[in-house]
């Protein structure tokens, strides 16, 4: 009479192996500016900004690196990035205020969402895990903030030195 036991077993198996997939999936679209969300607790599409023109928004598929329930960036005048979902170096997934410029490229290369759309995302990737997917490119013919047609790209200030001659930090400059 094993069968009693082998059944539970059983069962546990494919239990567990369903708690193992259970995993937040993020593509994101630069040609759309949208992301597509599938986690355990529902499917979501919603409108982010990505990189505008002279900056670039890495593409690729990458796995969560950090979560920081709020970042303020160093890199960016102390920009706030609440529910910042880190994937690769200085970039991430993050809320921003400027809800109106969702839906086309606006940032330095992190992808930007509204910030209930990310207090939801960091609690499905701090709950479950995830993965995140980029492709697509995006949208011809945005020029946003000093970028115009025919200007040269719109690249960050270089580094300025501090009044003692030391250079200021540039280590973990995180940020949009």
């Not at 995830?130 to 719109?154: D, F, K, L």
């Not at 200030?157 to 003692?164: F, G, H, L, N, T």
Request: charged letters at 10%; proline letters at 9%; glycine letters at 12%.
């Amino acid at each position: 009479m094993r069968f009693p036991l082998i059944a539970p077993a059983m069962l546990f198996l494919f239990a567990s192996a369903g708690a193992a997939t259970a995993t937040t999936h993020i593509h994101i679209n630069l040609s759309t500016q949208t992301m597509h969300v599938q986690s355990s607790s529902g499917s979501y599409s919603w409108p982010v900004s990505t990189a505008r023109a002279g900056y670039s928004t890495p593409r690729g598929s990458f796995a969560p690196t950090g979560l920081q329930p709020m970042h303020y960036s160093r890199k960016y005048h102390m920009s706030p990035m609440p529910h910042s979902i880190f994937f690769r170096g200085g970039y991430a997934i993050h809320g921003s205020y400027e809800t109106g410029m969702l839906g086309r490229p606006a940032s330095h290369g992190c992808v930007r969402l509204s910030p209930g759309h990310a207090a939801m995302l960091y609690q499905m990737v701090q709950s479950e895990g995830g993965s995140i997917s980029i492709s697509g490119a995006p949208p011809r013919g945005h020029y946003y903030g000093s970028a115009r047609r025919g200007a040269a790209s719109n690249y960050a200030a270089p580094r300025r030195r501090q009044a003692y001659g030391n250079p200021l930090p540039s280590l973990f400059d995180f940020g949009d």
